[in-house]
């Protein structure tokens, strides 16, 4: 009995060790998992149901993607996905003030001016960010409004309908000033942008100006959108039409950037300027479409660091530094740079201009990479401006002893051609020359000379060059060269 025992323990030991060996052969056979270095996580674009990327064969690229299907995605679902994406854990969310909340209609006839003023109210007074939105689809009456700061917190003004200002001169206030149309002021950090359009109804105002009626009395109708006394201010994707006078005017504001602008205007549109910027600080101009009755962009005294680059101007009177000293006045304006602009058939091209009388300084002023297009004047400094109810034909101004003064300006690399013969002209003033003139890389044509070989000419008057090399027409014979005259600026000039 023992014996039987003794065997069957013995079997059920074979068996056992049987077991384990053919247990730890398989184990051992099973493929493990590969090292880190070999996986490919699935990429993901911002949603966690992308799908597994894949060329037209079925393979996916070295990090587990495919370029073209990537291109597709990122091109559609990535964007919308991003618009419906949260902002980041414990970052504010902007709160929405629609106007429509607030009483807006939006059919082009009613006025929604009370529905604007209390969907802003809430906006400014959000301790969120907020934005106020103006819907697409709609037209929206709105008469003279003023958005006024200061707000909690940063505010966007997204207008993506179209807002009209009001047909009937009795629904504007009485003018006094420059009357405004859409007025933002003192707002710090303000953005306005959106894809919508504002249209002034102008023709009311073009038809009675004494510049088109000469037996009118003279006075200002409404800017469209005027920025003062606002800080890190955007403006950006707007387009505007149709404007009393100026389309947009940015005064005594810090920091701006007006990017992405539509500006249009008939071109016999009195006072139409597009930009209009006074008595500001670091202003920047980027990528503007600017049709106008007047100048595309005026710089005022009081305007320090500007630049303003990829300009389409045309028609209008070209990119003006000015007018400046006007009713002897002291002007201040300084670091204006304008870098690549097309200008077409306008009536100036890079142009600066000042009254007797005045006082002050225009200096550290540049025009570079510009192309003219039949403009009349192409190159004009004008110390001797003068204008009436057709600013096309000044007449002449009683001669006074002092003028603001002209320094260290630059035209360089200045190409096209002229629809007036005198392509360059430097007209300064016989007290206080412009001094430290620089012409450079200049090839002016005049426009249609074909076989009569019309060529264009230069012209000066008290202008100080400091340097001209490459210029076509040649420079000013009548000017002065800067070894020529040494005069004496007075210290308040400066």
């Known amino acids: 009995m023992a014996s039987r025992r003794t065997l069957a323990a013995t079997v059920c030991l074979l068996v056992l060790q049987l077991l384990l060996a053919l247990g730890g052969a398989v184990v051992e056979a099973r493929p493990g998992p590969p090292p880190a270095r070999h996986r490919v996580a699935p990429r993901r674009l911002l949603s966690t149901n992308a799908p597994q990327s894949v060329d037209s064969h079925g393979a996916t690229g070295d990090d587990g993607t495919n370029k073209a299907f990537e291109k ?248 003006s530094i000015g007018s400046l000293g006007d009713d002897n006045s002291k002007a201040q304006v300084s670091n204006i740079t304008i870098d690549t602009a097309h200008l077409t058939e306008t009536m100036f091209g890079a142009r600066i201009k000042s009254w007797q009388g005045g006082s002050g300084y225009a200096k550290d002023i540049k025009f570079l990479n510009l192309v003219m297009d039949n403009v009349k004047n192409p190159i004009i400094i004008d110390q001797n401006y003068c204008t009436m109810a057709d600013p096309a034909h000044p007449k002449p101004c009683k001669e006074q002893k002092s003028a603001v003064q002209f320094s260290n300006i630059l035209f360089k690399n200045i190409k096209g051609t002229s629809a007036t013969e005198e392509a360059i002209k430097l007209h300064c003033s016989k007290a206080f020359p412009c001094r430290d003139v620089v012409l450079q890389d200049i090839d002016l044509k005049m426009k249609g000379g074909g076989d009569k070989k019309i060529v264009t000419t230069s012209t000066c008057e008290n202008a100080i060059l400091s340097k001209s090399s490459n210029v076509s027409p040649p420079p000013c014979t009548s000017g002065v060269t800067k070894d020529d005259k040494d005069d004496v600026i007075p210290e308040d000039y400066e």
Request: aromatic content about 8%.
């Open 72 to 319: 597709t995605w990122t091109s559609s679902v990535h964007r919308k996905a991003a618009a419906k994406s949260k902002p980041p854990k414990g970052a504010p969310e902007s709160v929405v003030f629609d106007v429509g909340s607030y009483g807006a209609v939006g059919d082009g006839r009613s006025d929604d001016t009370k529905a604007f003023q209390k969907a802003w109210a809430k906006a400014c007074s959000s301790p969120q960010p907020a934005a106020l939105l103006v819907p697409a689809g709609k037209k929206y009456l709105v008469k003279e409004i003023v958005f006024a700061g200061s707000c909690k917190s940063k505010v966007t003004f997204k207008h993506d309908g179209t807002i009209v200002a009001p047909q009937d001169k009795a629904d504007w206030s009485k003018p006094h000033g420059y009357p405004h149309w859409i007025h933002f002021s003192n707002i710090d950090s303000l953005t306005v942008t959106g894809k919508g359009t504002l249209d002034g109804n102008g023709k009311v105002w073009w038809k009675n100006s004494c510049r088109i009626n000469k037996k009118l009395p003279c006075t200002h109708a409404p800017t469209t959108l005027i920025f003062s006394s606002c800080k890190h201010l955007k403006v950006e994707n707007m387009k505007l039409i149709n404007s009393p006078q100026f389309h947009l005017w940015v005064e005594s504001c810090h920091d701006v950037t007006l990017s992405r602008l539509t500006i249009a205007s008939p071109g016999n549109s009195p006072g139409t300027d597009g930009i209009h910027v006074a008595n500001s600080e670091d202003v920047r101009i980027i990528k503007a479409n600017i049709k106008s009755g007047d100048d595309c962009i005026s710089v005022e005294t009081g305007t320090k660091n500007l630049y303003a680059t990829k300009i389409e101007c045309g028609p209008g009177h070209g990119i």
